[in-house]
């Protein structure tokens, strides 16, 4: 139960809070959790997640699959998400992007690419923008300075330059930079910081060095490291289609025609979004 004191400061999860902002309750339990796990504070990660976003971005679409992404993204340090368009891939991942941004702040890295810097945009960096912008209305002390021109929402005073001179914050980068070349990655493989979220959008349509930037990084030296690929399914031998292998192979996964889950080779997990399961059509007769 949820008070209010006196003073307006909260009484949540049985003491009270010296605040009246349920996201800093929130992030300080998550900064802070195997501590308040101790306490028997803490619920579990998935729950003090799911409470940060909804204060945090009040305006997000809570529903079946948004609900099973993030469950996954709290359990997983490596997480496919197969779907066609319009499924909520892209706006789910910006969001457990941005919500991670706004609770370690300094202690974190994430790197969001997608094909081509016409497209950053319009994928999961755009998005993470328009969420910044909205938040921002609704908590103006909130961290980020975007720069359109370096496509980065950066924690630091000041504009940050190219390639390593990059550190804390959002980075949006283009791995395709020639006809048929992909090594926008290389300029970032070697950032180091406590936390790593590398989110691969459109998977399924970048060379095959994409896979060796989420071996490079995820050998950094980091806390945590976390890679989320994304992309409408084509080839089990593309990225997406490597990532997304199941332990017991693709010749052996039964393909169910349902949202459905399955262990990664990687040890990861792969979430399939299947379009006529949509949650649309949840409750309707």
């Not at 579990?44 to 809570?62: C, D, G, I, N, Q």
């Not at 370096?150 to 550190?167: A, L």
Request: charged content about 20%; overall charge negative.
């Amino acid at each position: 139960m949820i008070l209010q004191t006196a003073t307006g400061k909260l009484h949540l999860y049985g003491r009270d809070w010296d605040t009246h902002d349920r996201f800093t309750v929130e992030r300080n339990i998550l900064r802070n959790f195997d501590r308040y796990k101790e306490l028997g504070i803490a619920v579990s990660k998935h729950h003090h997640y799911k409470e940060a976003m909804s204060s945090l971005m009040p305006w997000f679409l809570w529903h079946r699959w948004s609900e099973l992404l993030v469950e996954q993204f709290c359990s997983h340090h490596q997480v496919t998400l197969l779907g066609a368009a319009s499924t909520g891939k892209t706006y789910t991942m910006a969001a457990w992007a941005y919500v991670n941004l706004q609770i370690w702040r300094e202690d974190i890295t994430i790197l969001c690419s997608t094909t081509t810097r016409e497209l950053l945009n319009l994928r999961v960096f755009g998005d993470i923008k328009k969420i910044h912008q909205q938040a921002k209305e609704l908590r103006p002390w909130l961290c980020g300075h975007v720069t359109d021109a370096n496509y980065s929402i950066t924690v630091e005073e000041g504009v940050e330059g190219e390639g390593r001179d990059f550190k804390s914050g959002i980075k949006g980068i283009a791995c395709k930079v020639g006809a048929n070349e992909w090594t926008g990655m290389s300029n970032y493989v070697g950032i180091k910081n406590k936390h790593i979220i590398l989110i691969m959008d459109e998977l399924s349509l970048m060379g095959t060095g994409a896979i060796d930037a989420i071996d490079n990084l995820s050998n950094g030296g980091s806390d945590r490291f976390q890679c989320i690929g994304s992309g409408n399914p084509k080839d089990p031998l593309d990225p997406l289609g490597k990532l997304a292998e199941p332990v017991c192979g693709w010749d052996n996964l039964i393909q169910e025609k349902r949202t459905c889950t399955w262990p990664t080779r990687g040890g990861g997990v792969a979430v399939q979004l299947y379009g006529p399961d949509t949650p649309n059509v949840d409750g309707s007769d």
